[in-house]
């Protein structure tokens, strides 16, 4: 014999509750059917009690609906030649709780009693109508078999009495369908009594005990126990089988699948449970049985979480050494029927943590002060901390014990997303690893081990990207074309979550179709660069990235406000770390205190790998004595393009028309860009250099730099054959022009060289960047030289930085 329990939601609608006679008539028989209550109509019980013991009629409002529903249901699904006599039954019932909420309204009090002789009629209604849908099935009243003590709302079951009557009441060995009403229980004197909110679980598996039931299905509306809360956890997926330990710690830190008591009365009789999809019943659901399961390849079975508990922490030294502390401290709580969630002690035994649900906190506090009176109040001994806005998380499974790594995964994958642990705990057994986090990092958090754990196969990043002009656009091309083969070949799954340019901006934590985002940012949001960067920290997604792709000073200032919320930075724009020193060494030191990254190799050399290369060298212990580069590809353009027929006025209009320069080209030609990239070399060669240590020698004079740009192209031809002259000059002498940034000690200098055919710079050609690091492992220097300059070679250096993150 099977007993099969339908929930709420599985029986809410007439639609739904066809199904349930579906999957029911398939069952062999004799079979056993426990019902709540409909959905939605346990709560309307609860506002009903309310607004009766408050004197308010508007509970007449709400017997009526209960009334409408009810009766809408039947006239749905029962033919028409028993309608009137199920009719007859389900009105009276409603009658006869009208007139007990009346006496409730009349007293203006409402006791647990009457409570919970209100709350049992939504499962004893829904029962009833779901027996008549049933052709001959026969309709039992649980009150009449479980019996229970007299403490109303959360009743314990008296199993010698109940086991009793079931078996007296149901022959196995017969052809029925029985269906019974779940939650509701009666006392020795007969007065209704209910189980707990979830108890319609608990009298299925009483049932299942007591018939010695080869099974018990659970069926509900999602298809199983899950590996986290699909509603937290998108990629949450169903777990193929549990054992009852593991089930039971999952339910216990708040799966709510199955109500935690249901496991013991068939764990005892080692009676297998089956947690099925009502609407998707052919799916294999989740099955809970004795012998723990090693399928598959995770080594923990899921993650499961409290939404809101408080902390509380006795504290102080009148606890070390004392005996008896733990026993007077949770005996007090029992006293008052405090539920403890999790316990932990400092080993010193200067201090004991313990999580409560909210509700009891008052409580809680009450009965810790009366029972420490004296060490608090006349021996300042002991003193209490009350920490709110606080969840759970818990990892379960069997195949923890024994297995190293376990808690290195759950707090490593916290702690690169910058989620601090308040508290943790674990038991012997190590079926489960327990920390407290605050509330608001929970849906991060639930996904970073999620992902820690099941996803392992694959990374996910989401980006949020400032900027879509040359590299922005870029970039965003080049993601979109690698997204697929970097999730096949290396298992990196890249989600742009965020775009904003100087008028519009996009935000979708779902991620951001990439072939049309030009679109959607047409229909976008006004941007607003604070509400951007706010967004990352209130979406809270794992491993986000912001990435800026502009030159922007204002958006440069807000880095700080991104690294507070646990992201990292791939940013082209040099202002940050070309700024003053203690601000660059802020932002890199907030990162690091984060455990994010700050990373701008672009900044020097577009893709070329040269911060890269300097910090593995400081990193192994080597140290930069010697720098010495052409790090503008628009000047080494410009002096590569000077000739006896192209002059410097027009080499200058070259490298413009040819997008080497900005649209202004004495930014390029005042040598400050160079300056800034000297710095942020030298700062990451471990020289705090400031623009004041750079001594700067422009090949221009000061009056090509002021007036307009108009004024700049009359300025700058007087000047062609003063140039056309040195050149010819050079050429003589088999020299050449390169605008070279260098450092020695901590001097740094910036100017027009010349340089002769034996050194590395003499054949650069086109906008070619060159840089020469000498170290004391390197006295021949080390030569990197390459593509400096360009839109998609940036791109591709801010996409390798974004890669080396999801790499570290």
Known sequence: ?????????????????????????????????????????????????????????????????????????????????????????????????????????????????????????????????????????????????????????????????????????????????YVAPGFIASDHDGFTTTLGRGGSDYSAAIYAAALDAEKLEIWTDVDGFMTADPRKVPKAFAIDALSYAEAMELSHFGAKVIYTPTIQPVYHKGIEIEVKNTFHPDKPGTVISDAPSTAGLALIKGVSSMDEIDLVTIQGPGMVGVKGISSRLFGALADNNINIILITQASSEYSISFAINPADTVNAIRAIVKEFEVEIQLRDAIKILVEKDLSIIAIVGERMKNT??????????????????????????????????????????????????????????????????????????????????????????????????????????????????????????????????????????????????????????????????????????KVAASSEYKRYSELKEAAKSKNVKFMFETNVGAGLPVISTINDLIRSGDRILKLEAVLSGTLNFIFNELSAEIPLSKAIQQAKEKGFSEPDPRIDLSGIDVIRKLLILAREAGYPLERADVDLHSFLPEECFKGTIDDFWKKVAKYDRQFEEKRKELVQKNMRWRFVASLEGCKGEVGLKEVSIDHPAYELVGSNNIILITTERYEEPMVIKGYGAGAEVTAAGVFADMIRIANL
């Open 404 to 573: 190293p790594g376990i808690s290195a995964t759950m707090f490593s994958a916290l702690g690169r997303n910058g989620i601090s642990v308040i508290a943790t705990a674990q038991g012997s057994s190590e079926l489960n690893i327990s920390v407290v986090i605050k509330k608001a990092s929970l849906r991060k958090a639930l996904n970073v081990i999620h992902e820690g754990f099941f996803l392992s196969h694959y990374k996910e990043l989401h980006l949020y990207v400032a900027g879509v002009g040359t590299v922005g656009g870029s970039l965003l091309r080049q993601i979109e074309k690698q997204q697929q083969k970097l999730l096949e070949q290396h298992r990196l799954k890249v989600n742009v979550v965020g775009i904003t340019r100087s008028k519009k901006m996009i935000l979708d934590p779902e991620g951001i179709d990439l072939g049309n985002y030009s679109a959607l940012l047409e229909k976008g949001e006004p941007a607003n660069i604070d509400k951007f960067i706010r967004s990352i920290r209130e979406q809270n997604l794992r491993n986000s990235v912001f990435i800026d792709c502009t030159a922007d000073e204002e958006l440069a200032g807000k880095y700080m406000d991104v690294l507070n919320s646990y992201a990292s930075i791939v940013t082209a724009n």
């Open 1 to 177: 014999m099977k007993v099969l329990k339908f929930g709420g939601s599985s029986v809410g609608t007439a639609e739904r509750m066809k199904g349930v006679r579906d999957i029911v008539l398939k069952q062999p028989k004799p079979v056993l059917v426990v019902v709540s209550a409909l959905q939605g109509i346990t709560d309307q019980f609860e506002q009903l009690c309310q607004l009766a013991s408050k004197h308010d009629e508007m509970y007449k409002n709400i017997i009526e609906e209960i009334r409408r529903r009810h009766t809408d249901h039947c006239a749905e699904l029962i033919s028409e030649n028993k309608l009137t006599s199920v009719l007859t039954t389900v009105n009276s019932y409603i009658d006869e709780l009208e007139n007990i909420v009346k006496g409730i309204y009349l007293l203006e009090d409402i006791t647990q009693k009457a409570h919970d002789r209100v709350a049992g009629y939504g499962e004893l209604i829904s029962s009833y109508i779901l027996s008549s849908v049933l052709e001959n099935a026969v309709f039992i009243d649980s009150r009449n078999l479980i019996r229970t003590d007299s403490n109303y709302g959360n009743a314990a079951v008296d199993f010698t009495v109940t086991n009793k009557q079931i078996l007296k009441s149901i022959d196995p060995k017969t052809n029925k369908i």
